[in-house]
């Protein structure tokens, strides 16, 4: 058999141990994104953040069904983080009653005209430690319908 013809027999081998390995490679430096939120959902408005939190709690009291429940409200505080003195994420959580699901987000400061605000993680029901977060515990077809539907939910009404 000529050498060529037992060549043409190793490309698909080859082809497919090329594509596994760059795959492997892609999946595993999803997992080391900078920072403290990598995967979050990153939505940025020209406001300074002040005014975003504003705004947000405006859009809560005005949608008291996306306010927590009474009996988490108190374990899940909104705000700046107790153990963090350095005050870059303004927690905010919502509800979805209709899912029983919590959704966390915070607001940061990106320079004194702009702020961002993330969607960070949902909790499925009311015993906390069952987030799952957004970009990252989600495939694709989980994730889009997800954060499609905090766009039209909390998004779309806050801008």
């Known amino acids: 058999m000529p050498s060529f013809v037992y060549d043409m027999k190793k490309i698909p081998f080859t082809s497919a141990v090329i594509g596994l390995l760059m795959f492997t490679v892609f999946s595993i430096s999803c997992s080391f994104g900078p920072g403290s939120y990598p995967n979050a959902e990153i939505y940025e408005f020209d406001m300074p953040q002040k005014d975003l939190i504003d705004k947000i709690q405006k859009f809560k009291s005005e949608n008291p069904n996306l ?18 003195n350095r005050n870059f994420w303004y927690h905010i959580y919502f509800y979805y009653p209709d899912k029983n699901e919590i959704v966390k987000t915070w607001v940061r ?10 969607f960070v993680a949902i909790n499925k029901g009311l015993k906390l430690g069952n987030w ?12 889009e319908p997800m954060k499609e539907e905090f766009e039209e939910r909390i998004l779309k009404k806050i801008k």
């Open 67 to 84: 306010k927590l429940p009474k009996e988490i409200n108190d374990i899940l505080s909104e705000g700046y983080s107790k153990n963090d």
């Open 109 to 118: 400061s990106h320079g004194k005209t702009k702020a961002t605000f993330a």
């Open 132 to 143: 799952k977060l957004v970009n990252e515990d989600f495939f694709w077809w989980n994730n």
